[in-house]
C-alpha cells in the first residue's frame, strides 16, 4: 500500500506544474512540456544514469 501511496504522490507532484497543490489546466500545459522536453532527450540518446532512474525533484523544479 505504502507503494502506491508513493507512487500516485510523486504522480501528482510532476502534474502539479506550478506546485500550487492543485491541478489546473495551467499545469497541464506545463507538464506536456516537461514530458516533451523529457521524450526529446531520451530519443537523443541522453538515458542518464545506467541503472535508468532519474532524479523527480529535478523534474518538478
Known sequence: ????KK????W??????DHDGVI???D???STK???????EL???DKGPESGEFDIKKMVE
Not at 501528482?12 to 506544474?17: A, K, P, S, W
Request: glycine fraction near 6%.
Open 1 to 4: 500500500m505504502e507503494y502506491l
Open 7 to 10: 507512487k500516485w504522490s510523486v
Open 12 to 17: 501528482f507532484q510532476t502534474l502539479d506544474g
Open 24 to 26: 489546473s489546466t495551467k
Open 28 to 30: 497541464m500545459d506545463i
Open 34 to 40: 516537461k514530458f516533451a522536453e523529457i521524450k526529446k
Open 43 to 45: 530519443k537523443s540518446g
